[in-house]
């Protein structure tokens, strides 16, 4: 029963394949550098010689801005290559869980995102993650599609996990504190992930730690936290900016809270609340 995870270097396949090895579930980890996923006759060649019985697809061109500029690679990337995939998977036999995220929404619905929610994107990321969720499913109806938000921990390179960082190096921080959504400890998305495998889970979920935040909340919190346990930081001062101020070349969201409550049903398991993920992921 083995699993093959598309995209390993980055934060969800790092965090997939320490889960994977922590709970001994065979899983073969491939790195851009191994598996392009972009490379059908790769991909093809790699489900034939694995041979796994699920294939999850954390790889994916998360330069939100930068897909303003590169709109037929973030397609590619984002949702033709998965859509490739999927249906690869399917011919086999082979399980397929895609994961997508909250951009895919325009941030105007002011209570937390359902899954059935109508989206629309304010970004070519977004629109490239939705596409790819549509072609996805199409290709293999029985693949499952996780939205999730705000991911972090350590070692990786988004905002929220490089505050870590910047903690202990820099005495001021800038910090957004006009956008609203919820964030995701990897490790945490890697158990659901291994959950909704087992109860053989297909169409569109949405998963995320409980509660709402800002920027600003987090990192209000991590320094609370750090002082909590006596760690020697050096920032001093939080000052709150607006996402304008930025000048990113992508639009975002104001509110991308998702509705996490069809995950809680299905697996009959509580999230926990993002701030109990903190003490973990400053002691890593």
Known sequence: MTQLILG??????????????????????????????????AIEAALDRY???????????????????????????????????????????????HISTDYVFDGQLRRPYREEDFARPLSVYGAAKLEGERRVLAADPSALVIRVAWVFDCGGRTFLCRLREMLFSEETLRVADDRTGNCTYAPDLAEAIE???????????????????SWRDFADALVAEARRLGRPIRCRKIEPISSASLNLAARRPPYSVLDTSRYERLTGRTIRPWRETLSAFLRE
């Not at 969800?12 to 006759?41: E, F, M, Q, Y």
């Not at 959950?195 to 935040?213: P, T, V, Y």
């Open 8 to 41: 390993a270097g980055g934060i969800l396949g790092s965090a997939l394949t320490r889960h994977n090895a922590a709970r001994k579930i065979p899983c073969v980890s491939a790195k851009h550098a191994d598996l392009d996923l972009c490379d059908p006759p």
């Open 51 to 97: 041979v796994p019985s699920c294939v999850v697809n954390a790889a994916a061109l998360t330069a939100v801005d930068l897909c303003e500029t590169e709109r037929e690679r973030a397609f590619e990337v984002n949702a033709a290559a998965p859509a490739r995939a999927a249906a690869a998977c399917r011919r086999r036999g082979i399980r397929f869980v």
């Open 195 to 213: 959950i909704l495998i087992a109860r053989r889970a297909s169409g569109l979920l949405h998963f995320a730690n409980r509660g709402e935040l």
